[in-house]
Every structure is written in structure tokens, then in C-alpha cells.
């Protein structure tokens, strides 16, 4: 146990010194003729017994009282003992969650239509982060049909390439792991003809084991009562089911918040309360979820098809915006045709509990959102009739479990009768972060991916406070830095998606700051700031001498 | 109530211990008076440790952890080179009306007739201190003889030229470089931020060690772990604004005083202490409830029932209630005003608005909004309506059959007529209306209730009404609170009858300056400004 002091080196100076004053004080007081100052009384009766066993014991009752608080365990490493730990988590009702690797799926392009065998355990590096190919993995020409659980079809591209994907998991334990559809891997070595590599879904699932700084954040979820009542209940209801238990931040807003206009609905322009609004960030990053959808041609100008589809409210409850549209032919690597219109409605009609909302601002970002989306595809194609339909896949960002959450909290078993409560994805704020990394000619840069990950880590986890400081970005950028290296010119770009379909851009060196602005759905409260690592822009430059 | 008990451990009967040693030692050995010299010593150190187990095991509980360390003994070792330098000034650079003339300069200390050193680290409260433990010749007692404060302890006296302190010479290298005294701080007491450290850090509820923050902070812990409750609101604003509450299940009030030092509620069970300004809103005989108000200096009204309370002078809202974007608050007075009514009005629909605090574009615009919402509803179908909400409108021409509508407008709602018939005329409606009382009636008496805080009877020991952010976490959201802070102005009263007054007319001088206080001052909590009193 840490509890006990080992050596009298750990002892305080000042409480030794304390325990031994007031022995020799004592001594003097009752018999001056005893030499104090030096000598046998001095070394044994006064400074052993008097200050080093006086400090010993009261160092280890203070050890005890400090063993009581994660806070003080934080602080002091001599107590951070894991059955310490343990003991003091179990007070607040929580465990240390252990951490889990990113999965997902990495598309592999290759010339030719050949056989092309991946082995388990193959190497794609991206972002600067290892991933292991799961299991053997074999990839048969087109037009195979006996293809067994560890084979893939190459599907041909339409220029001589052809892919497929495998299953993949992160090395390292870690939200970091957690990487976006797209993005470019490496591999080492690169199998037979190969061309490209890229994610073919997001990475998910990445969890950190959890620090005592991130436990001390969330002692607030373990001990409050599991009911829809305060606003740490509600986080603690939500949070205490396992199926939300890694979800990120929650912003409840009520009655008096300028944010809340649902109970405004009245004959009377004043609020009444009984409203309540959650805007969750579930998940560091958005999903993005890739629909199959049906869709009509509604219109044709010049060469450019216009195409509509209507995302329904089950497609992807919550959705911020269409990250890319394209052919079922096309590789699933390409930019995406052209959104030219996102028009946003709600659909509650179907549900027996309905929350009071009279207007789409009041919706957006929930489970009940609708869309009608419009493209352009200018290939020439054989349909040609406006009317007809044709298949097209549709990329959605969205926050992971609105839908869950609405019904979970909808459902009467949670929610008081009377109670209306409305899950909202929270308003994004996408950041991007561009700064200088100043180094002398002689040192070697930085690891940059490394630093970008590290970059998006720290503001995804910031929760819904209002404002991105520059500092932070600075202090992060700092632990990745060697020697005389030094950043500098740190810009701080936002867009916001405002729940009516407008896009807000904030900017600033210093500070980047969540407008107040409640009438259109934008504060602090409701907006939480997002940065994919590739939105961070890594300059080095070679100091002047 | 403190319960003494002596010997409460061991270690206060040292002879207990001495005999422990054997008989030899205690009774025969020929140094046997320094041996229990010794035995005296280790027993005071370890009661220490006892003391301190004590607390930490105090500190277990959020009830009972411990606002201040005590140390029994503490050494306060002062030195001759730290006494009155700038570093302890009493002289602060951002004490409140301080002007830097030619007597107080920057980095210089100030000519005094105190004797200032720097405090232990941590120290707060000193009761006693002597020069020795045993037999002491020199007391000195906490404001009389010395003060501590800000991290200073300030002596009336000179400690270094009291021939009772105990001091010696200070050396390096074998010169003498400063003088040091030792004195004996007895049962001082050291924020060692024990209820932040254990409790107040897993609910991110920091405040200066205080009785005050353990309520605040367990009135906070018991809204997270058992649920929000009225009590645990009540509990957090008493704590605030140090006006206490009934502690106790039941208690019986059996006298109502006043003295020079406030007013006393004393009940069979406790003695309360209030302002001189707060009023009792208790009667001798009555039976109080635990978390009860016993005067009006902290009053707290649910509007479930509609009843305005009636010595609220107004109420005003802001962005988070109203509906329209509105420039600034309005202010809804207790009071009647006369009811406007428009019968012209272009919408078709009589137009009702009466007077409101807040700017004018404001007033219009909230009454506007008000009937815009009105004519919506009462143009919806009346399928589903029945009798008493429909509204017979004449038939345009002769033969046509009547038009039925909807009551949907406010004047539908105060129209007095049995039968409605076309639209209600100013004779059809009251004549006033109160302010107030519409938005209780209407608005307010779903989800709010209101907590009336008198400023100037608040106790000494609140620890202030800045920290109402903290009833974001205890406030269902929702529910809301709407404080109302009544800051009293002086009054007088004239006999006018006494009097022989010529009335005459002057231009008043404008203020020089009118400082509103900053009672609260959160990005969570607004305070405004409902009504004053001109002087």
C-alpha cells in the first residue's frame, strides 16, 4: 500500500521540524539545564522520537485523509495505487474503463483482375497510427462465385483497377485510432500490384483508458440518482446504460435558457417551462454513414441531371450535412458529386409521444429531421426522362445514437408523463487549425501526424465550452517538440452549420468563439467544436539565424 | 453543542504512559523528572496524530468534513527582517479606496504603529498565542492583541522587543543576519481547502473553506444523488445569503427579539441569529417545519395556485423568456394599469395592450406578437371546439349565415359576455389590468416560482450571491427560478396635515453617479433592475 511512509526522505522537512520544536520546547521549558541545541538529546530523544516519529505518523493519517480524493491522488503519485484507486471510484459509483482499439475496413485497390492474397496481420499505416489487417483475406477476380468467409470480389473501378476491403484494428489502444472515411493507408509492405488503400467506412470504437484527470470529470456520472430530474441526472440516466456509456458531452437546456423556444408555443410570447432540449455529442467526430438510396431525376439543365432523394427520418436520425454522393460504379474514393440543395423538414406523425415542435429550427439535429436532397450528375447517362429513378449512395455525417436516445428518453419509463424532452445532435462547429511549427536547420521536424491527431484529440474533447484558445492548441503542440522547436501563428477557423441550413464562419488567432446568438440556435451551449486531424494544417519552417 | 470530555484519549494522562516504562524509569531513576518530560512531549505529539485521525476520519462523511485543519501547537517563527516590509502591507494594490499620493508608494512600506509578518502558509485563524507551552507568561488573544489576515499577522506590539518572547540570533557563514522569535500558536487553524480536496472537486463546486460552502456543496451532492427538491434549493440559498433556516424536524418558536446585535428567533431546540432589518415572518407558539424561513430575508413562492405574491413590486424578463427578440428586459408591475383597447385594429380583432416596463419598440412588440398569436388561433377551425369557445361573428349580408370563430385572442379571453356576438368592445372587458398578475396567472404558474432575497438582511455568514450558477445543477431544467434581490432604500414620512406647504417646481440636479452594485455577476445569472425609489 502506498499509504505507508517507507523512508524519511518522504517525510516534510517543515512537520519534522514542527513535531521536534515542540518536544524540545517542552524539554526546555521544564528542564533548561538539558543541552538541546546538539548532542544525544537532540539527535535521539528530540529529532528521532520527537520530530521523525511524530511526522511519520501524522504524514500517513494525511495520506489516508488524501487517499480519499482522486484529486489528491492526481497530485501525488506516491498514492496512486490502483487498489486505492479502485476503493475510491467504488465511492462514486464508477470503474476504470479500460481502453479498446479502432475497427474498421481498409479498401485496397490493385491493378488487374487477378487473385491477390492479404495476409493476417499485414501493416497500413495512416495518420501516423498502426493497423493490423484482422484475418487472411483473399481477393478473387470478378464474376467468382464461390467466394468463402475470409474472400472478397474484386469489384472493378473502370481504369483497370479493381478493390476490395479487409477488416483492419488499430495497434494502439485509443480514440485516436478512430479514423474518417477516405482516408489514405499505407502499407508495409504493399501487396502484389497494389495501387491505393483508403478507409472504406469510419474507424470506430477507439477508447482511451481512462486517466484519474478524465475520472475526476466523470465522478459526476456515477453517483447522481438515474432519473430524468437535474441536469446530472439526466447525464447519469443516459450515461448509466451501456449502450450510451462512451458517449461524449451533453448540454441540457431548460426553461429561462434564451436557447429554449419550444415553450414558447403559447397565445402568450412568454416562456412556460416544462421543455427540455439535450444537444449530445455523442461521439468525438461524426459518423459518416453511407445510404443506398433510390432517386428521382427531376429536372435536366444542359448536360447536368438533377437528382432527388429524400432522407427520411430513420436514414440517419440527426444528420448534419451530405458529405458525398456518388454512383454505385464509382470507387468510394472520389470527391462526390455536387449537393445543390438540403432542404431540412420533420416527421413526428407516426409516433404515439410527440415533442412540441411547431417549426423546423425548434428540430433540427434530432431523430425527427427529414431532408430532400438534390444533386447533379453531369455523365451521360441512358435515362434521360425526368421521372425516372435510378440508385445513387448518399455519405451522411451524423452524430451516432440521437434516434436511441430520443427513444430512450420518450419512452415512459424514463420520461414523466408531461416531460418533453428533445434529443438534438449538437450544432457543429467544424474547426480548422493551421499554425507554424519553427524549428533550427540542423533539427529533424516534428512528427506531424502524430501532432495532428494529438490536435484533434484535445479540441473533440473539450465538450460544450464555448471557446477554442489558441493555448491549448500551443500546450498540446508543445509536448510533441524537441530542443529549440517553437510554434507560432496559430489560426483558428470555424463553421458552424446553424440549425436553419446557414454556415457561420468564425476566425480569430487567439481565441475562437462560439457566437451568442440564440435566436438562431447558436451559443455555447448548444454548439461543440469538431476538428478531423486532417483539418489541421502543419507548416514547418527552418528558423532565421 | 460541544461536549468536553477529559481525558478524551491516552495521550492526556502522560503519567499513564510514563508508567508503561517500568517502575524504574517512572519511579526510581535518578533523571526520572526528564524522562517524564519526554513522555510529556511524545504525548503531545501524538495527540496531534490523534487529532488529525480524527478529522480525517471526520472527512470521511460530506457532513462532517472538516472546514480547517487545527493544529494544537504550531511554532510561529517570526523574523526581525520580515517585519513591516511591502510584502505585508496592510496596504493592498487593489484594496478599495486607495489613493497613491505622496504617503503610499509603490514596493515601499508604509510608516505604521502595527508590527506586520508574514502568516504561516495556510493559517486563517489564530485564538491564542503564547511563549510557551507550560506555565505560559505571555497571552495573547486573537483582534485584541493581534490579528490575522490576507496572509499577515499583525501585532499591536513589537514581538522583538517583548523580554517574555523567546528570540535568538540568526547566522550564516558566522555573522549574524537577522533575529528570530518563537511563539506558540495554540489550536490555530490552517485551510488546508479539506472540502474542496475530498468533495467539492467531484462536482466542480469551489469555494472558500466555509460552513456556507459545505451547505451549498451538500445541498448540491443531494440534488445529484437523491433527486432535485425544494429543500435542496432552500438549503443552497440559505447558505448563500447566511439567513438560516428551521434545522431541526420540528421546532416550537418561544421568543421573538430584537437586540443590539438582530433580531433572535429562539425556538425549544436552537437560538437563530438574524439581521436587524429582517422582519419575522414567525409568531410566538408556531410550529416550524425543518427548512422552514422564519423572516422574511429569504422567501420563496410557488405560483402553482396563480396567487401573486403581494409584496412583489414587479418581475422582469429577459431573452430567456421571451419569445420575440427583444432589445431589452420588460418589467411586469404589480399594479393596476388601465387595459388599451383597440376595436380599429387592422387585424379585425380588437387589440388589447396596457402599460409595460422596457422600451417602447419592446412593449409594442411583445403586444403585437401577443395578438399575432391571438388571430392565428382564433382562425383555426371550431370543428372541435365547444359553446363556450366560439365566437358568433354577424353574417356580412343579409341572408348569409353567421360566421362562428374561435376565442383565440387575449380580448377573447377577458370578453365578459355571456354570449359572445362579434368582436368584445372596450365595455365588454375590465377596464384594468394587472400586470403581474397576467403573467402569474397565465405564464409563470406552470414551471416557476419565485425566491424573494431582502439585501439588506442578509446574515455576515452567507457566502454570497454569486454563486447562484451553482442552482444550474440543482434546478430542474424544466423548472425556473426567478430571483427577485430587494435592495431597501432609507424612508421618511411627512404628516401632511402638519403642514403648510407651498408647492413650487425646481429642475432636480442630475446624479453625478449611480453605481448599481454587481450583486451577482455570472454569465449564468442576471440581475436587473425592477423598480427604485427616488430621493
Given at each position: 500500500m502506498a499509504l505507508k511512509v517507507q523512508s524519511i526522505a518522504e517525510l516534510d522537512p517543515a512537520l519534522v521540524l514542527q513535531a521536534q520544536a515542540e518536544l524540545s520546547q517542552l524539554i526546555q521549558e521544564r528542564h533548561?539545564?538539558?543541552?538541546?541545541?546538539?548532542?544525544v538529546i537532540h539527535d535521539i530523544?528530540?529529532?528521532?522520537?520527537g520530530g521523525i516519529s511524530g511526522a511519520v505518523n501524522q504524514t500517513e493519517i494525511n495520506r489516508i485523509l488524501e487517499s480519499r480524493s482522486l484529486l489528491a491522488v492526481t497530485e501525488n503519485p506516491q498514492l496512486a495505487d490502483p487498489e486505492l484507486v479502485d476503493h475510491l471510484l467504488s465511492n462514486f459509483l464508477i470503474s476504470r474503463k479500460i481502453g479498446t482499439r479502432a475497427r474498421g475496413e481498409i479498401t485496397i485497390v490493385v491493378q488487374g483482375d487477378a487473385t491477390v492474397v492479404i495476409a493476417a496481420g499485414a501493416r497500413y499505416t495512416a495518420n501516423g497510427l498502426v493497423y493490423l489487417v484482422d484475418a487472411p483475406i483473399t481477393a478473387r477476380p470478378s464474376?467468382?462465385?464461390?467466394?468463402?468467409?475470409n474472400d472478397r470480389i474484386l469489384t472493378p473501378r473502370g481504369d483497370g483497377t479493381y478493390e476490395f476491403s479487409v477488416p483492419a484494428t488499430a495497434v494502439?489502444?485509443?480514440?485516436?485510432?478512430?479514423t474518417r472515411n477516405g482516408t489514405k493507408f499505407i502499407p508495409d509492405?504493399?501487396?502484389?500490384?497494389f495501387v491505393t488503400a483508403f478507409s472504406a467506412v469510419d474507424f470506430v470504437g477507439g477508447t482511451a483508458t481512462e486517466t484519474n484527470d478524465q475520472l475526476v470529470n466523470r465522478?459526476?456520472?456515477?453517483?447522481?440518482?438515474?432519473?430524468?430530474?437535474?441536469r446530472s441526472n439526466i447525464v447519469a440516466l443516459i450515461k448509466a446504460q451501456p449502450v450510451f456509456a462512451d458517449t461524449k458531452d451533453y448540454s441540457i437546456v431548460g426553461y429561462g435558457?434564451?436557447?429554449?423556444?419550444?415553450?414558447?408555443?403559447?397565445?402568450?410570447?412568454i416562456s412556460g417551462g416544462g421543455r427540455v432540449d439535450i444537444y449530445a455529442k455523442t461521439e468525438a467526430l461524426p459518423r459518416q454513414i453511407d445510404l443506398r438510396k433510390t432517386c428521382v431525376l427531376v429536372a435536366r439543365a444542359g448536360a447536368a441531371y438533377v437528382w432527388q432523394t429524400t432522407i427520411s427520418?430513420?436514414?440517419?436520425?440527426g444528420f448534419y450535412d451530405v458529405a458525398t454522393v456518388r454512383r454505385l460504379?464509382?470507387?468510394?474514393?472520389i470527391a462526390g458529386l455536387p449537393v445543390i440543395q438540403d432542404h431540412r423538414g420533420w416527421d413526428?406523425?407516426?409516433?404515439?409521444w410527440q415533442p412540441?415542435?411547431?417549426?423546423?429550427t425548434e428540430v433540427t439535429?434530432?431523430?425527427?429531421q427529414t431532408a430532400v436532397i438534390r444533386f447533379e450528375d453531369t455523365t451521360p447517362t441512358?435515362?434521360?426522362?425526368?421521372g425516372d429513378e435510378t440508385e445513387y449512395i448518399i455519405g451522411l455525417r451524423v452524430q451516432p445514437f440521437i434516434r436511441e436516445l430520443q427513444n430512450f428518453l420518450s419512452d415512459k419509463d424514463h420520461r414523466n408523463l408531461a416531460g418533453d424532452i428533445l434529443v438534438r445532435a449538437a450544432?457543429?462547429?467544424f474547426v480548422t487549425v493551421n499554425c507554424y511549427l519553427v524549428k533550427s536547420p540542423t533539427e529533424s521536424s516534428p512528427d506531424l501526424d502524430a501532432i495532428r491527431v494529438a490536435i484533434a484529440a484535445r479540441v473533440n474533447n473539450?465538450?460544450?465550452?464555448?471557446t477554442l484558445y489558441a493555448s491549448q492548441i500551443n500546450e498540446t503542440v508543445h509536448d510533441y517538440l524537441s530542443g529549440d522547436q517553437a510554434v507560432s501563428n496559430i489560426e483558428l477557423l470555424g463553421q458552424i452549420r446553424r440549425p436553419d441550413g446557414q454556415t457561420v464562419v468564425i476566425r480569430d488567432t487567439h481565441a475562437l468563439q462560439i457566437p451568442t446568438?440564440?435566436?438562431?440556435?447558436?451559443t455555447p451551449r448548444t454548439t461543440a467544436f469538431m476538428l478531423y486531424p486532417e483539418n489541421v494544417g502543419l507548416s514547418v519552417r527552418n528558423r532565421e539565424l | 453543542m460541544n461536549n468536553f470530555v477529559f481525558?478524551?484519549?491516552?495521550?492526556?494522562?502522560p503519567e499513564n504512559l510514563l508508567s508503561v516504562l517500568g517502575s524504574w524509569w517512572?519511579?526510581?531513576?535518578?533523571a526520572k523528572d526528564q524522562i517524564r518530560s519526554v513522555v510529556d512531549g511524545k504525548s503531545q505529539i501524538e495527540s496531534q496524530s490523534v487529532l488529525d485521525l480524527l478529522e480525517t476520519i471526520a472527512a470521511m462523511s460530506r457532513f462532517s468534513v472538516p472546514i480547517y485543519h487545527t493544529d494544537t501547537w504550531y511554532p510561529l517563527y517570526l523574523y526581525k527582517s520580515q517585519m513591516n516590509t511591502s510584502a505585508v502591507s496592510?496596504?493592498?494594490?487593489?484594496?478599495?479606496?486607495q489613493l497613491y499620493r505622496d504617503d503610499l508608494l509603490y514596493d515601499a512600506p508604509q510608516a505604521t504603529q502595527q508590527f506586520h509578518f508574514p502568516a504561516p502558509?495556510?493559517?486563517?485563524?489564530?485564538p491564542l498565542i503564547f511563549?510557551?507551552?507550560?506555565?505560559?507568561?505571555l497571552t495573547w488573544q486573537n483582534n485584541m492583541h493581534y490579528t490575522v489576515a490576507a496572509g499577515v499577522i499583525t501585532f499591536l506590539w513589537d514581538p522583538f522587543e517583548d523580554p517574555r518572547v523567546a528570540r535568538r540570533a540568526v547566522y550564516r557563514d558566522g555573522v549574524v543576519v537577522d533575529t528570530e522569535a518563537i511563539l506558540w500558536v495554540f489550536r490555530g487553524e490552517f485551510d488546508w481547502d479539506t472540502i474542496y480536496r475530498q468533495f467539492g472537486y467531484a462536482v466542480g463546486v469551489r469555494l472558500q473553506s466555509s460552513a456556507g460552502y459545505r451547505d451549498i456543496l451538500n445541498a448540491v451532492y443531494d440534488a445529484i444523488i437523491g433527486g432535485p427538491a425544494g429543500d435542496t434549493v432552500t438549503v443552497a440559498l440559505s447558505a448563500m445569503t447566511g439567513v438560516p433556516l428551521v434545522r431541526e424536524v420540528t421546532e416550537t418558536v418561544q421568543v421573538i427579539e430584537n437586540d443590539r446585535r438582530g433580531l433572535h428567533v429562539i425556538t425549544d431546540q436552537h437560538v437563530y441569529r438574524f439581521d436587524a432589518a429582517a422582519n419575522p415572518v414567525v409568531a410566538v407558539g408556531d410550529k416550524l417545519q425543518r427548512?422552514?424561513?422564519?423572516?422574511?430575508a429569504l422567501q420563496i413562492f410557488e405560483l402553482n395556485t396563480g396567487i401573486?405574491?403581494?409584496?412583489?413590486?414587479a418581475v422582469s424578463l429577459g431573452s430567456g423568456f421571451l419569445a420575440t427578440c427583444m432589445y431589452a428586459d420588460l418589467i411586469f408591475e404589480n399594479r393596476e394599469v388601465p387595459l388599451v383597447v383597440d376595436t380599429q385594429h387592422p387585424s379585425g380583432y380588437t387589440y388589447l395592450s396596457w402599460a409595460l416596463g422596457g422600451f417602447p419598440n419592446d412593449v409594442t412588440t411583445f403586444f403585437e406578437d401577443m395578438h399575432a398569436r391571438g388571430v392565428a388561433a382564433a382562425q383555426?377551425?371550431?370543428?372541435?371546439?365547444?359553446d363556450n369557445d366560439i365566437i358568433t361573428y354577424p353574417a356580412p349580408a343579409f341572408g348569409d349565415p353567421p360566421r362562428l370563430g374561435r376565442r383565440g385572442t387575449l380580448a377573447h379571453w377577458l370578453d365578459s359576455r355571456p354570449v359572445r356576438v362579434g368582436e368584445p368592445k372596450a365595455v365588454n372587458?375590465?377596464?384594468?389590468?394587472n400586470p403581474l398578475k397576467f403573467l402569474v396567472e397565465n405564464v409563470l404558474r406552470n414551471n416557476a416560482y419565485i425566491v424573494k432575497i431582502r439585501i439588506t438582511a442578509q446574515g455576515s455568514q452567507g457566502v454570497g450571491?454569486?454563486?447562484?450558477?451553482?442552482l444550474r445543477k440543482i434546478v430542474p431544467p424544466h423548472t425556473a427560478m426567478i430571483l427577485i434581490v430587494a435592495v431597501t432604500a432609507e424612508t421618511d414620512s411627512v404628516t401632511l396635515d402638519m403642514l403648510s406647504d407651498e408647492l413650487s417646481q425646481f429642475t432636480g440636479a442630475a446624479p453625478q453617479q449611480d453605481d448599481v452594485l454587481n450583486l451577482v455577476e455570472t454569465s449564468r445569472v442576471v440581475v436587473r433592475i425592477i423598480n427604485g425609489t427616488c430621493q
Open positions: 533548561p539545564e538539558v543541552e538541546l541545541t546538539r548532542g530523544v528530540a529529532f528521532f522520537a464474376g467468382t462465385t464461390n467466394a468463402g468467409t494502439d489502444v485509443g480514440e485516436t485510432g478512430n509492405p504493399p501487396p502484389a500490384r465522478m459526476l456520472d456515477g453517483i447522481p440518482a438515474k432519473v430524468v430530474a437535474g435558457d434564451p436557447e429554449m423556444f419550444r415553450d414558447r408555443h403559447g397565445v402568450v410570447p427520418r430513420d436514414d440517419a436520425p460504379t464509382d470507387p468510394s474514393d413526428v406523425a407516426t409516433d404515439q412540441d415542435v411547431t417549426q423546423l439535429y434530432s431523430r425527427y441512358a435515362v434521360a426522362v425526368v450544432v457543429p462547429c473539450l465538450g460544450f465550452v464555448g446568438t440564440p435566436s438562431v440556435g447558436i | 481525558p478524551s484519549n491516552i495521550y492526556d494522562r517512572a519511579d526510581d531513576y535518578a496592510p496596504v493592498r494594490y487593489d484594496a478599495a479606496g502558509e495556510k493559517l486563517v485563524n489564530a511563549n510557551r507551552f507550560a506555565g505560559p507568561t427548512f422552514d424561513a422564519m423572516t422574511d401573486t405574491p403581494a409584496d412583489l413590486a383555426q377551425s371550431v370543428d372541435s371546439c365547444g372587458l375590465p377596464s384594468t389590468i450571491l454569486q454563486n447562484l450558477r451553482l
